[in-house]
Each structure stands twice: as structure tokens, then as C-alpha cells.
């Protein structure tokens, strides 16, 4: 695929220990195969100080700083407060999550997992701050919580879709965008999500790659790892041109396009 071709990988996890002992090169890597943009996922208060020292080294990357569900047994007052100064005075912090709601594994109880995607919700609308979205399993008080802060956040994405049509309904009629992932390219479990690709206004559509989890399955040869890189964002891309019959150069453009509205960046730093 042509270098020309500039893409944002708006999901990253970097911090991943997969990522440990050649961080620097997998970014370089993605760089060379036209992803010129990628933030860094922040999962934890921890993981969100990391992504952003990694962050802060390279050019073009930014990150997020939230507490995912599975950490949400954990999460204090304290931490809300520091993930609030974070996004207001770091330039490179330029959306809260990765937070909601995960009633698939149950890491955090559920309980826990509600408060502490409430107080994140609360914090967004507080300083409208782009939001970066996890649902697995929990549909319902998902979208409950949402609706209720939804008017005070204007951007916010639903990370790694793998959901319904009802649900895909649901998060368009708040205006959510909507982020794909390498699952499209699954032929045993993704094929009913890259089909609802279609019925994602463009403007509205994100591509990630959450590597170092969802290598493709239609990419060959199969890296012997089976690590998933933020280079691979290019065939997923090119997986969801295919399905919309639409020029990959042309959904490249739009999906960047759309990441810097979402992000609030342009070819500088924001702040």
C-alpha cells in the first residue's frame, strides 16, 4: 500500500509489555507504513503517566489517561483528580478513558465498575473532554450513564465496536463516533460488525488497531509473534474499503480527518 496514504491509529497500547523491549521501532515501523498519527491508550493512573513518557518522545503521538473497568476496584479519589490535571495541562493528554463498563469478565465488581466510570463521565462533561469508550457486555447501563452526560461531552468514541445493530443505533442517535478494529477482518466472529460498517456515517468512523490484542486474522503471512502493531492499521483499512466499496486513498483521508476533529488537533500541538 502506498506510503502516500496517511493514516491515524487512534488506539495503541503501548505500554503493553509486549511492547517492552521495542517500543521506539514498532512506532517507527507504523510510521513507515503511512500511519502517521497513533495515540496511546492510558488504562490505569499508572499506565497513563507511562503512555504519556513514552508520549512525550516521539513526534505525532499522543495518549489518553483513564482507569479501564478491570481497574476499577482500585481507582480513588485521588486518582480522578490527577487524571483531571493530566488532561488539563498536559498537551500531549488529549482525551479521557480508556473508561466504562465491562460485565464480561468482571475484574472490578460491578459496583465499582459503575461509580468509576460515573466519576470519569462526570469529569469529561466538567472540562468537555474527548472521551474514549469501553463496553463489553453491559449495554444497558452503558448507555444509561452516557445519555445522562452525553450533552456536556462532544466527543466521544465507542472503542472497539463489536456490538449490535441496536447498539450501533444507539450510540449514533448520541452522536458517538465509532472506532474499528482488526475483529473486522475475524471470519469466525467479525464478519456481522464489518457489514455494520456501512451503517457508520463516514464522519463518524475511527480505525484502531488495539495492539498489541486483535492481529488480523486475514493478514498472511501471520507474524510468528502473533503481536499485534500499529502497522497493521493500513490492512484493516483497506478491509472496511473493500466491504464500503469505497476508495481506500478516500476512506484514509475521511477517517484522518475525522481523528483530528475528534482529538481536537491539527499539524501542531494543541496547547
Partial sequence: ???????FDI????????????????????KE????????????LAESYSALELANQMQDVYCTAGIHPHDAKDATEADFLALQNLFLEQAKVVALGECGLDFNRNYSPKKEQLCTFERQLEI?????APLFLHQRDAHADFIALLKRYKKDIDNVVVH???????ELNDYLALDCYIGLTG???????????????????LERL????????LLPRTIKPKPK????????????????????QTDVVQLAAQTLENSLRFFRLSDVERR
Avoid at 500500500?1 to 493514516?7: A, C, T, Y
Avoid at 472497539?160 to 441496536?166: I, L, V, Y
Avoid at 477482518?185 to 456515517?201: K, N, T, W
Fill in 225 to 244: 509473534s502473533r503481536r499485534n502493531t500499529p502497522a497493521n492499521l493500513p490492512h484493516i483499512g483497506l478491509q472496511i474499503a473493500q466491504q464500503l
Fill in 183 to 201: 475483529w473486522v477482518c475475524d471470519e469466525r466472529r467479525g464478519l456481522d460488525v464489518l457489514a455494520l460498517s456501512a451503517d457508520i456515517p
Fill in 11 to 30: 488506539g495503541v497500547n503501548l505500554t503493553n509489555s509486549q511492547f517492552a523491549d521495542d517500543w521506539l521501532a514498532v512506532v517507527d515501523d507504523a
Fill in 124 to 128: 469529561a462533561a466538567l472540562l468537555n
Fill in 33 to 44: 507504513k503511512g500511519v502517521s498519527r497513533l495515540v496511546l491508550t492510558g488504562t490505569s
Fill in 206 to 213: 475511527l480505525l484502531e488497531t488495539d495492539a498489541p490484542f
Fill in 160 to 166: 472497539c465496536f463489536t456490538g449490535t445493530k441496536a
Fill in 1 to 7: 500500500m502506498s506510503k502516500e496514504i496517511s493514516w
